[in-house]
């Protein structure tokens, strides 16, 4: 086991934490993961280390506390380097003495290092997410019957969101309501309202999605994907600061495009929606706020 005092934890919190308690920098699940297995070849959704909690926070601050010391120094140095290459050219950090602190930290940690790695999980092979793959399959459904098109959409986003382990549930039935899906992302659980028409969705159709996550735990969220968009005047109708997010068919086309993951296309619209109240904002903004 490391070296690191509660202290040490508890400054690698503060430093690394993306605005909120849970969150690490700019990762999502996905790409936490992704992260761990490309640059340290280590399995951080392995079952050792969510013993305090699923959440990216608490499986760090687990790992942290299990490995060795030389494991958690190195853990240290690229977490760092990846803070520094977030943070804008000239920006003053908002932790000044946290270079020096997390210097000494890695310094002291990989002088007392031993041999061989203790208790590190090695990763996995990586899942290569075949985005080509998804953008054909989307394509394809436009030619199919409307009935068998609103299936085959539906079907279509359980495995997009498989893919990203997003833990997605097929359709299911409840007393006098159709619930066409639900899937996890970042702890929070969000019922799926998908649809396919020929014309774009207003306020009547957001109106009764919001009366069924109403009818739901406090804490249900909701993502309504309609493939044809939604009009200006619905989305105006339906007003701001609800308990659900909006997506259209051109922003999962251009997150495949891109090779954005589906997760990371969600958490930003779930950002936007937090920060400013407003249900739906294309993709390609959010991208152009968020990641320049």
């Known amino acids: 086991m490391s070296s690191l005092r509660s202290v040490d934890l508890g400054l690698i919190d503060e430093v690394l934490r993306g605005g909120e308690r849970g969150y690490i920098l700019d990762f999502s699940n996905r790409t936490f993961a992704d992260f761990f297995i490309r640059e340290l070849d280590i399995d951080i959704d392995a079952p050792e280390y969510a013993k305090e909690g699923t959440s990216k926070g608490k499986r760090l601050r687990c790992f942290l506390g299990l490995v060795d010391n030389s494991t958690a120094g190195r853990t240290l140095r690229v977490l760092w380097d990846h803070r520094e290459a977030l943070r804008p050219a000239g920006q003053p950090d908002p932790f000044p003495r946290a270079a020096g602190q997390f210097a000494s930290l890695i310094t002291n940690l990989e002088g007392n290092a031993p041999s061989n790695p203790v208790n590190v999980v090695q990763a996995p092979k990586v899942e290569m997410i075949e985005f080509d793959r998804f953008q054909q399959r989307l394509m394809s459904i436009r030619d199919l ?127 936007h929606a937090a920060e400013t109240g407003e249900v739906f904002t294309p993709l390609k903004k959010l991208l152009a706020r968020f990641e320049n």
Request: net charge neutral.
């Open 145 to 271: 019957a409307p009935h068998e098109r609103g299936y085959e959409f539906e079907r279509f986003l359980k495995d997009l969101f498989d893919a990203f382990r997003m833990t997605a549930r097929e359709p299911f039935r409840l007393v006098g309501e159709q619930i066409d899906g639900s899937f996890v992302l970042e702890g929070d659980t969000y019922l799926l309202e998908a649809k396919w028409l020929n014309k774009k969705v207003g306020q009547a159709e957001l109106g009764a999605f919001h009366a069924k996550l109403d009818q739901k735990a406090s804490w249900t969220r909701g993502l309504f994907v309609s493939f044809g968009g939604f009009t200006d005047v619905g989305l105006h109708a339906f007003g701001r600061g609800r308990r659900l997010i909006c997506m259209e068919g051109r922003d999962i086309k251009n997150a495949l495009e891109e090779g954005i993951s589906i997760d990371r296309a969600i958490s930003l619209k779930v950002r």
